[in-house]
Each structure stands twice: as structure tokens, then as C-alpha cells.
């Protein structure tokens, strides 16, 4: 039986169901810039833990305002004053909810505006599809504040930067923004408009697709990204044995076998 999600019972994420499948997720402490306490881990932990098997087709994660995401709520953590053990596991949760997202099945598209930095950056980097517009700029200031990343930075955007970037960027507090930021991978589309409608059209052509098709897109990959060549082939070959004989990809088949799907044609 389908789980259900409920939006009213979320604080400071505002979820909005549409009726094609997709959701909207917002980060909605605009007056934080979107920086992610613990409370607001908890949810992203909740909804990405129940969005596979409630029906979810793809997810926009937004953020509120000027900014996608701040990163750590500074404040918190100040009055918080945690030992070493507490906050490890405050770590833990981040990892949580950011490995939901990659290895979830669900597509995640940021829509990304203004300050993606530290935590957000994390943030950002769980999700499939990153968009950014003119205002976006990227940072891992943790040097500076006398932190280190502790939600996946130096697995994630490791991946997406090379290390020597990475460890520049957390040395030196350097920010990347604009087309040197897209030409890196931080974000694989740059618009001039507005990062969510784009992230909004991804997503509803996203969700056409197969929902197996989709939930091994997002999820075998990285897995696989994990494992050795050897047995990354023979997990690819086992996904490509279940997913590519499904009985619902039968009529896209014949679609193609007749001609009337359309075909991939170059931009003209």
C-alpha cells in the first residue's frame, strides 16, 4: 500500500503536491537564508525517506527568497555547544537525509538562486540536476570559521570539482559564480532567467518518463559509481535485465519499432 505524505505536517520545508506527479520542495527560512538546522535535516530525512514509495514522480528543491542555502545554521551550533559525539551524529542525519535523495530513486532537480554555500553546497550537490542563474555563487567558507564539511562535500563535490578544486575551495573560502561555475559541473545548467521555471520544465519532462526507468537512473548510477569496473558491469547488466523488459516500456518500444516515437534529432 502507497504511503501518504502529509505537507501540513511540515515546519520549515513548504511541500506542494502537483497533480502530474511532481512536488515542489522549499527550504522556508528565507529570514536564515534557507540555513539548514536540525529540525529542517529531520524533514528532508522524512520526505525523502517516504517520496519512492509515495507516488512521487520527481521533486524541485527550492529555496525561499534570495538564497537556495546558507549551509549550517552557525547560530544554532554556536548556542548548541555540542560535544564531539553530538554533533557526529548531527553529521550523521545530514548524511542521511542527503543519501536519500541521491540513492532514493526519485529525481531531485535544485532550482539554485543566490548563496549555495557550505552546507547548501552539500545540499545542492545530493541532488540529480542542479540549475543555477545569475545569482548563484559557491562557496565552502568552512576554513574560515574554523569547520570542516561534515555533510558529504568531500565525497560529492570532490566528484563534481576534483579534489584540488575542493581543497582550494575550503583552504581559501575561493567562490565560484557564473559561467566558471557551470563550466566546472557545480550546476549543469546556467539559464538568464529564473533557475526555477527551468527546473520546473526538467521536471515535468522527467516525470513523463517510466518510473523504474527513473528509479534506476537515480539511484544504480551512483551506486555503481561505488563499486569496482567488475562488478559495476554485472550490477549494470542485473538493473538492464529488469528494467529494460518491463511490460509498461513495451508500447514506447513499438512506438519506436513503427516509427511514431520521435526521434533524437541535433538542435537545429
Excluded at 566528484?159 to 566546472?184: C, F, N, P, W
Aim: with cysteine; hydrophobic share 45%; glycine share 8%.
Amino acid at each position: 500500500m502507497p504511503l501518504t505524505i502529509d505537507p501540513d505536517s511540515f515546519r520549515n520545508l513548504k511541500i506542494e503536491p502537483r497533480e502530474d506527479g511532481i512536488w515542489i520542495v522549499t527550504l522556508n527560512r528565507p529570514q536564515k537564508r534557507n540555513a539548514l538546522d536540525l529540525e529542517t535535516i529531520e524533514e528532508l530525512v522524512r520526505f525523502f525517506s517516504d517520496a519512492p514509495r509515495a507516488g512521487v514522480g520527481a521533486v524541485v528543491l527550492a529555496g525561499a527568497g534570495d538564497h537556495f542555502c546558507a549551509g549550517l545554521d552557525l547560530i544554532e551550533h554556536h548556542d548548541a555547544d555540542r560535544s564531539p559525539a553530538d554533533f557526529m551524529h548531527v553529521c550523521l542525519r545530514w548524511h542521511e537525509a542527503f543519501n536519500k535523495m541521491e540513492y532514493g530513486g526519485v529525481p531531485v532537480i535544485a532550482a539554485l538562486q543566490g548563496a549555495v554555500v557550505g552546507g547548501g553546497l552539500e545540499l545542492a550537490s545530493s541532488a540529480h540536476v542542479r540549475v543555477m542563474d545569475p545569482s548563484t555563487y559557491f562557496a565552502l567558507p568552512e576554513g574560515q570559521r574554523g569547520l570542516f564539511t561534515g555533510g558529504g562535500a568531500t565525497i560529492r563535490v570532490t566528484d563534481l570539482v576534483g579534489k584540488s578544486r575542493m581543497i582550494d575551495m575550503m583552504l581559501t573560502g575561493r567562490v565560484y559564480q557564473g559561467q566558471e561555475a557551470h563550466d566546472l559541473g557545480l550546476a549543469q545548467y546556467i539559464v538568464e532567467g529564473s533557475s526555477y521555471d527551468k527546473a520546473l520544465e526538467l521536471a515535468e519532462r522527467v516525470a513523463q518518463n517510466l518510473p523504474l526507468s527513473n528509479f534506476a537512473i537515480c539511484s544504480a548510477v551512483s551506486h555503481m559509481q561505488n563499486m569496482s569496473a567488475l562488478d559495476a558491469a554485472y550490477a549494470e547488466a542485473v538493473v538492464a535485465g529488469v528494467v529494460n523488459t518491463q511490460p509498461e516500456a513495451r508500447a514506447r518500444l513499438a512506438a519506436f519499432a513503427d516509427k511514431s516515437a520521435a526521434r533524437v534529432r541535433p538542435k537545429s
